[in-house]
């Protein structure tokens, strides 16, 4: 099975998290997203980024709001109905960066209700801000909150729940075991283990997470590719750990990801520009075959294509494709073993 995962709905072609984002790349395909949540002030779980409106998104009567923008969690669900984000502020660097997204005006920031109810696969993030408390519900009220959305949905078994703030995880382990577990990680929340893990005594070193979410009760690391070795990564998959790296970019750090696959260990990739990707020892290009001409179904016989040729190779066994974490475009992956997954983030094409 190929699972195609959209980061805040694939915001590299629809609007950010909204439910028109999502609805698109459904049409396309993708039937996995990552989406971020937050609490407003009448209790409301809404699906946004930040824990403030984003100037960069967020028009009232056709006007740009000024920054900052008012926190989610001093606003009511129809206060929220005021402001339009299917569209992106012109000139922006979020502009320049995403300068392919489709505007959908029109758009609101929708419920975490309504996102559910699609049918898809969520990787939910609980956007928390330790350092500054105030701004956001606390962490089991929010956990508490977004599952009893997910209950009324009946979304359990589609979902995971996730953050860099692992009061979240813990108290989702904590009441409700069954439901699968995210536990992010990048070098400042790292450096600062006390503060986002809500421990006195959390080590602050990155040797020390592997065993430190084993601790935990386990389910899957997500750490910033960058910050990720082979030895770190074979430890966490002796420990039972599923582990899925975030946001790799550059086509060189994929041929390095792919090597690691090939010998037993293979975190996710993203490809930020579309070039032919070799993993050692094949002589054909790893994704040149598909480059979208044909769609999504190009990308997956291209995955199909580099599976064959590991596969063939002896490098892999042959096992089902399966879900691999988050990306701006859709992500593919297969299953490499048990717990050893390998996925391609596709970003803007050119």
Known sequence: MFDLQGHRGARGLFPENTLEGVQAALRLGVDSFEIDVA?????????HHDPALNPDLARRDGHWIDAPGPL????????????DIGR??????YAQRYASQAPHDGARIPTLAAVLSLEARFNVELKLIPAHPDWTVR???????VLAVVDDIGA???VTIQSFDWRAPRHVRRIRPEIPRGWLTEAKTIAAASLWRGLADAPTLIDAVPEAIAAEGGGTWT????????????????LGLRVVP????????????????????SPTGRIGRWRPVRPVGLTEPLLAPARLAGGIAGVARGLAFVADRLVALGRLDRAPLGVLGVGFLP????????????????????
């Open 72 to 83: 989610i969690r001093a606003l009511v669900l129809a206060d929220l109905a005021a402001f």
């Open 39 to 47: 609490v407003t002030r009448d209790h409301v779980p809404v699906v």
């Open 139 to 145: 962490p089991e009220e929010m956990v508490e909150r």
């Open 223 to 238: 750490p910033f590719h960058t910050e990720l070795t082979p030895a770190l990564l074979a430890r966490a998959q002796q």
């Open 246 to 265: 975030w946001t790799v970019n550059d086509p060189a750090d994929m041929r390095r990801l792919i090597e690691w696959a090939s010998t037993g260990s």
């Open 331 to 350: 992500r593919l992956g297969f299953r490499l073993e048990p717990r050893v997954f390998l996925g391609l983030q596709l970003g803007p094409l050119g």
């Open 88 to 93: 992106i502020r012109p000139g922006s660097a």
């Open 156 to 158: 359990a078994g589609r």
